[in-house]
């Protein structure tokens, strides 16, 4: 398949702010989920950052349960 423009700039991962706004939580529930291991998440550098595709994988769970 022809990637799109689009496509090759879509972010892989998010910032915990951007985690919580997608799913419609707080941060405090994105940490929660990061602490119970329902939400991997990356540190590069200093950063905590959270894979678009766990995001994904985490609301397909919540569809399926």
Do not use: F, N, Q, W
């Amino acid at each position: 398949p022809t990637t799109t423009h689009a496509t090759a700039l879509a972010p892989l991962t998010v910032s915990i702010a951007d985690a919580a706004s997608i799913l419609g939580v707080g941060r405090s529930k994105v940490y929660d989920l990061m602490d119970t291991g329902r939400l991997p998440s990356v540190k590069l550098g200093r950063r905590r950052l959270i894979r678009v595709a766990d995001l994904e994988a985490l609301i397909a769970d919540e569809d399926a349960a």
